[in-house]
T-cell receptor, first 109, second 115 residues
Framework: GQNIDQPTEMTATEGAIVQINCTYQTSGFNGLFWYQQHAGEAPTFLSY????GLEEKGRFSSFLSRSKGYSYLLLKELQMKDSASYLCAVRDGDYKLSFGAGTTVTVRA | ETGVTQTPRHLVMGMTNKKSLKCEQHLGHNAMYWYKQSAKKPLELMFVYNFKEQTENNSVPSRFSPECPNSSHLFLHLHTLQPEDSALYLC??????????????FGPGTRLLVL
């Protein structure tokens, strides 16, 4: 099967920056996704990377290095509403999507 | 609101009951998925339907039976479940192109408790 690792929990202060790392080992690669999931709600799409480099979307940015099997999601100017679980998902060579267990981010005042 | 709805949102059932979960997508997508999400574990893909045809069954026990009558509706029929089947069941949809694999949009899930 596929192997996708991300930290279980992270805590940061309102207004700060947090970086969530994701490493993966898959059979082939056809893109990496980040989703945000608030407790009791649907995962919502945040970003997609298929080429190396940084994709920026407002306060959120996502980076990919395919040679290193590595991605990170950067959350800037943290707000209380950013407290959620962040899921890293990788699409393999057969276009199957596999998820990490998620990183729970807690933003404190 | 992602355009994918699921009912019921919460379900408690005994091990001898039969129930069904429903998913509907309003996005015009051609692929639909069932996932199981247990606490602290990665989402587990259960079934995939592409153009109403089941294209994947990830070794899911037969007590889970999917049904896809059209590209907008997906059901998961449940019978004689076990307590370990208690989890959040998520439905998702996507528009699959020739290369396969576009962004998946999720419904809010059904929180299932098996007693």
């Amino acid at each position: 099967g596929q192997n996708i690792d991300q930290p279980t929990e992270m805590t940061a202060t309102e207004g700060a920056i947090v970086q969530i790392n994701c490493t993966y080992q898959t059979s082939g690669f056809n893109g990496l996704f980040w989703y945000q999931q608030h407790a009791g709600e649907a995962p919502t799409f945040l970003s997609y990377n298929v080429l190396d480099g940084l994709e920026e979307k407002g306060r959120f940015s996502s980076f990919l290095s395919r040679s290193k099997g590595y991605s990170y999601l950067l959350l800037k100017e943290l707000q209380m509403k950013d407290s959620a679980s962040y899921l890293c998902a990788v699409r393999d060579g057969d276009y199957k999507l596999s998820f990490g267990a998620g990183t729970t981010v807690t933003v404190r005042a | 609101e992602t355009g994918v709805t699921q009912t019921p949102r919460h379900l408690v059932m005994g091990m001898t009951n039969k129930k069904s979960l429903k998913c509907e997508q309003h996005l015009g997508h051609n692929a639909m998925y069932w996932y199981k999400q247990s606490a602290k574990k990665p989402l587990e893909l259960m079934f995939v339907y592409n153009f109403k045809e089941q294209t994947e069954n990830n070794s899911v026990p037969s007590r889970f039976s999917p049904e896809c009558p059209n590209s907008s509706h997906l059901f998961l029929h449940l019978h004689t479940l076990q307590p370990e089947d208690s989890a959040l069941y998520l439905c998702a949809s996507s528009q699959e192109g020739a290369g396969g694999g576009e962004t998946q949009y999720f419904g809010p899930g059904t929180r299932l408790l098996v007693l």
